[in-house]
């Protein structure tokens, strides 16, 4: 079992910024691609970005692309999200999730691929 600690979420003026930690204790975190994902009141779950097991590639939905970036520290066992520009449509329980194991590229983009996820933190994005 992984256990995934998220942090950073808040409350913030449409156009400010956040940075989402997302942190996995105890485990050898390079084996594991990092997904961001966030479900909205009444909405499915969604993708919002992913980080390679590598850092090197990262992928990102339409409505975050430019704005967003996902970035890992595999000494600290930490991913970060890092949000720019926020918009009220961003509201939204953030999630990140693991997936163990692939090639140093995988990067999967839809919920059901990942094996363990945080608890989620709130982002609420005002107008």
């Known amino acids: 079992q992984v256990q995934l600690v998220e942090s950073g979420g808040g409350l913030v003026q449409a156009g400010g910024s956040l940075r989402l930690s997302c942190a996995a204790p105890?485990?050898?975190?390079?084996?594991?691609?990092m997904g961001w994902f966030r479900q909205a009141p009444g909405k499915e779950r969604e993708f919002v970005g992913v980080?390679?097991?590598?850092?090197?590639?990262?992928y990102y939905a339409d409505a975050v692309k430019g704005r967003f970036t996902i970035s890992r520290d595999n000494a600290k066992n930490t991913v970060y999200l890092q949000m720019n520009s926020l918009k009220p449509e961003d509201t939204a329980v953030y999630y990140c999730?693991?997936?163990?194991?692939?090639?140093?590229?995988?990067?999967?983009?839809?919920?059901?691929?990942?094996?363990?996820w945080g608890q989620g933190t709130q982002v609420t994005v005002s107008s």
């Open positions: 105890g485990r050898t975190f390079s084996n594991y691609a």
């Open positions: 999730a693991a997936v163990y194991g692939g090639d140093m590229e995988y990067a999967p983009r839809i919920p059901g691929a990942y094996d363990y």
């Open positions: 980080i390679s097991r590598s850092g090197d590639n990262t």
